[in-house]
């Protein structure tokens, strides 16, 4: 096929030693850049962009690709080892990574979000190379209201994220809300709660508040419960689980959410907005929804750190569409890309693929070496991140605070920032403390004001409510949006019926989260149930996947 | 004890942060025969890859190439409050000679509905080089090839949607001009951002928007939209057969002044420096390659003659939102 000819033209052309080299800097790099709280993909493309200013368009997308993908598994770094978020579409992450770290399973998580995120991009970049002309007509046909419905769907699935409290779940998700409302109302140019700084006239950042609630909160938490005094700290690997290989059953459970998610995080990544972190949203919950043993979630379940790592990798992949084939940024790391083009020189829109095939089949090859890197770089760096969970909490917690306050300073170079950071840290703490959800705050605060946008943009085009009965892709995102709604009404019954009978069978077929290790060091372990999850499961369970496992 | 732990990392991060804050510089004396004889600090006041920092990177690489900048040059993009931090830096190294920055739309309007604490009126300025001029454009699905075509459609509709990035911006006062001249009423619906204001052209939620021909003109080509007017003073070299707003009689449509400005109180040599110098700048390939590039038009005023081109447009911005209620 022809366009298989193109893709492979593509990759001999970027595959010399110097395009080579530059890849591994590029990962390199970009995986240190999106390891530090609060920087992510794009705020690691518009630190090297200018650097690329009167390069060939070819060499300078290839390093760019792969700090792209680079930063973007950095930010997972950080997710999985510090509960930090580096970008909105990676707050699901941290919502089984880290628990997973905490058990002392920091090793595999990073393992399985390394290879989810290349089994996807992988996927994404087949889908990509297969039907761009396809989706580059749904991308365009994504107005107002269709990107509101989006939005709202993603806001849905914070039902899923606060569980059964919902008093306070509601009430974290108001606290997101309002601080989105800060700064100047796009509607209608007047400013709100600026108090005239200009500082805030643009609105309060992500960043900092999710390295304040995220990151600072939780290193204030453990402080607060006294993790500082060693012993048992939540920071520390577990000595007797040292593996880095995830066993067969977490490789087994983490199978089907990334062959489930990929294809939807692509069309998800397709649509201008906020595809990314819907799609990494509704991945989880998703997952959450599916699984027979929905309890295990929040406590380190691998099919929810999975899930979002393979959604939003295919659609940073599928965020490339519109840019390829439209000439329109769906994110803020294409809209850096675009930049970008601008600045090399070439003329984005329909007919670049055209004009220039060598430059736009050279990024989508280096999307995909980037994505071969990453593996092989991310298998030789694992060992290293993870080793940070060894590091006792008393010398950690000062680095976090350290690198959370450089993290907020870098993204601007503004202190407000770093005080806005401070004080969500202290708000974090007490959300904590009284049983709030600080993923709620931050996925609210994200998706609050693009709803409220897409709303007001909605009602004021002629027609105001009846538009999202008149436009095709807006019904199917509102059936969509009947069926979210509908699910666990009728799903609660069928699953209560499910889990009975799962629990039912549990002897014979429960497993563990998969804590069984590798050989050499299983002899000395004793029964490795996750506390609270599979007390039934005791030595002769574990040893069974020893045996099959083993990794 | 938790909580007084606590009191102390808190306090030393913002040490830290206090520290890390601490860099502006202060205005030395020197004799303004040696000028210039020291590092550049170059302020972009918007991100990598925008407009304003396009220009920035060329101008620089001129001075590099040809040598007319005899020491380094620092280029910061210092981005945030749109444009606010950037030339708020500028504010904070009053009559130093060794920081620069160059303007943009925000530089007339982020003053006008914030307190920013300076004007356009307070920096020190070189001189303007070209303005950027914006592209009226409907979906080629609506059929409305000529502007005559979409007046009459909008006549017709009674009320059409149009869009454009912001508020208080340079496409809101050029849309409320067209229409008020025109006699067609519109709605006015403001976007955050170029991708989500053109799909929304694109999926039929809007009847036409403005938007910057760098990054309209690969749609313009490949048939998806059609340009119907052009707010420039002369008609763009890629769409000679589009029209402008002055031909067809309208007034007020205004545009982004790109140019370039040192600080508050600037000594009278950097700017007599700077001005010699970008004449040069201004008159090389590279330059009007940019500007080609680009599709910006040249519009060369130097020192007071860009003083009062300034007042003049911040008038009239200040003028057209008044009366549109924006501010």
Known sequence: MDIFANLVNGIIGVLSPTTLLFLCIGVLVGMFVGAIPGLGASAGLAILLPLTFGLDPTTAIVMLAAVYYGAMYGNTITAVLINTPGDSAGVATILEGHPMAQKGRAGPALVIAAAASFVAGTIAVVLLTITAPLMAGMAASFGPPEIFLLVVIGLLTLVVLVGRNWQRGLISVLIGFAIGTVGIDVGGGTQRYTFGSTELINGIDFIPVAIGLFGLGEILWTLYRGGHRGGATPMRLDRRTGPFWPSREEWRLARGPIARNTPLGFVLGVIPGAGATVASLIAYSLEKGLSKRPERFGKGAVEGLAAPESANNAAATGAMVPLLTLGIPGSASTAVLLGGFLMWGLQPGPLLMAQEPEFAWGLISSMYLGNVMLLLVSVFCIPLFAAVTKTPFRTLGPLVIILCAFGAFAVNGSVVEVGIMFACGVLGFFMRMYGLTPAATVIALVLGPIAEETLRQTLLLDGGMEVFVQRTPSLVLLAVLVLVLCAPLLGAPLKRAAAGFVRARRPAGAAGTGESGDAGDAGTDGPRGTPGDDSGSGPEDARRHEVSGGG | ?327
């Open chain 2, 1 to 327: 004890m938790p909580l007084k732990k606590t009191g102390i990392l808190l306090a030393s991060a913002t040490l830290l942060a206090t520290v890390t804050a601490c860099g502006a510089g202060t205005a030395v004396q020197e004799n303004p025969d040696n000028y210039p004889s020291k590092e550049l600090d170059w302020t972009v006041a918007f991100g990598p890859g925008g407009g304003n920092d396009i220009m920035s990177r060329t101008i620089v690489d001129i001075l590099k190439q040809e040598e007319l900048y005899p020491q380094d040059i620092v280029v910061e993009n210092r981005e945030g409050g749109s444009g606010a931090k950037g030339w708020g830096h500028l504010l904070s190294n009053s009559g130093d000679p060794y920081v620069i920055s160059t303007t943009s739309g925000s530089f007339i309007t982020t003053p006008l509905q914030a307190d920013t604490g300076w004007t356009h009126a307070d920096f020190t300025h070189i001189g303007l080089f070209a303005t950027d001029d914006m592209l009226f454009v409907t979906p080629e699905s609506s059929g409305l090839k000529t502007w005559e075509d979409w007046v009459d459609h909008a006549k017709d509709k009674g009320k059409v949607s149009v869009g454009g990035i912001g508020t208080v911006n340079v496409d809101y006062i050029i849309q409320a001009a067209l229409a008020d001249q025109a006699g067609y009423e519109i709605e006015y619906i403001p976007f955050n951002e170029e991708g989500q204001l053109q799909t929304a052209l694109s999926s039929g939620s809007l009847d036409a928007i403005v938007s910057n021909p760098g990054s309209i003109l690969g749609q313009v080509e490949s048939g998806d939209v059609n340009p119907l007017l052009f707010t420039g003073p002369e008609r763009m070299k890629a769409l000679p057969d589009v029209p402008t707003g002055e031909e067809k009689g309208y007034e007020g449509l205004v545009s982004m002044p790109r140019g370039l400005i040192l600080p508050p109180d600037a000594p009278d040599y950097a700017r007599e420096w700077w001005i010699a110098t970008m004449k040069k700048v201004v008159k090389t390939k590279a330059w009007q390659d940019y500007l080609d590039k680009n599709h910006l038009t040249a519009d060369v005023r130097w020192g007071d003659d860009f003083t009062v081109y300034l007042e003049d447009t911040s008038a009239r911005f200040e003028k057209e939102l008044k009366e549109q209620g924006a501010i």
